[in-house]
Nanobody, 124 residues
């Protein structure tokens, strides 16, 4: 069982930056693909970014490409989502998730473990 705890959310003005963190409890964390998803008010959960176990491969949703960066440090059991040039449309609850290594990174159902989420609000 992997427990994931997100932090770093908050209120920011459009154009600003935030860095989300996700700490994993499981020492085998390095064997998991890690992803970030988000859910805006009244909408379904959507893929944001993901990173393979070694950190050598990343994928991003088109809506965040060039603005968000996902990274991980397996020695710290932590994955981050650096968000820059934030827009009001980025307002959502952001969730960290863990999945087995060889999956389609963008598919929500592939992820077995989920954090509780952290709220990000971008004001215009």
């Amino acid at each position: 069982q992997v427990q994931l705890v997100e932090s770093g959310g908050g209120l920011v003005q459009a154009g600003g930056s935030l860095r989300l963190s996700c700490a994993a409890s499981e020492r085998t964390y390095r064997t998991y693909t890690m992803g970030w998803f988000r859910q805006a008010p009244g909408k379904g959960r959507e893929f944001v970014a993901a990173i393979r176990t070694s950190g050598g491969h990343t994928e991003y949703a088109d809506s965040v490409k060039g603005r968000f960066t996902i990274s991980r440090d397996n020695s710290k059991n932590t994955v981050w989502l650096q968000m820059k040039s934030l827009k009001p449309d980025d307002t959502a609850d952001y969730f960290c998730a863990a999945a087995p290594p060889y999956i389609d990174l963008r598919l929500e159902y592939e992820y077995h473990y989920w954090g509780q989420g952290t709220q990000v609000t971008v004001s215009s």
